[in-house]
């Protein structure tokens, strides 16, 4: 599956990946005006081609806005990171390849959901399956 770059790209594979309470799903939180964010696309992308079982999702917090708008980002790039609907994990990630890759791959191994995850977050998928 491609990265998911916009709600309105695939709604029906949004509503899937969220539906799945065993797949992970990764949504970076950037701004097309961010030089980190626009360098750090391209090592999302292999990170994902990597990953045929996880869904990633590229938001811009600008133009995605009525979906994301809510979620406190305070550097880029942010991470969300979803087991089904659940969050487990969030927070601002070094755009350093490796470093996304093995945090992937090890909440894909197991992690727990976040109990102290922001509102915003925990009505991300929502947001974005019924978008």
Not at 28 to 33: M, T
Not at 75 to 104: D, K, M
Request: proline content about 7%.
């Amino acid at each position: 599956m491609p990265i998911l770059t916009r709600v309105t790209d695939d709604g029906a594979a949004l509503a899937s990946a969220f539906g799945d309470p065993a797949r992970v799903t990764v949504v970076s939180l950037c701004a097309a005006w961010c030089d980190t964010c626009t360098e750090f696309r391209a090592a999302f992308e292999r990170i994902a081609a990597a990953r045929r079982d996880t869904t990633f999702i590229w938001l811009d917090i600008e133009d995605d806005s009525a979906i994301c708008g809510d979620v406190d980002v305070e550097n880029f790039p942010t991470l969300a990171i979803y087991r089904g609907i659940a969050p487990i994990h969030f927070g601002v990630s070094l755009p350093l390849e490796g470093n996304v890759a093995r945090l992937v791959d090890s909440l894909r191994a197991g992690a727990l959901p976040l109990a102290d995850a922001p509102p915003a977050v925990r009505a991300l998928p929502a947001l974005l399956a019924g978008a």
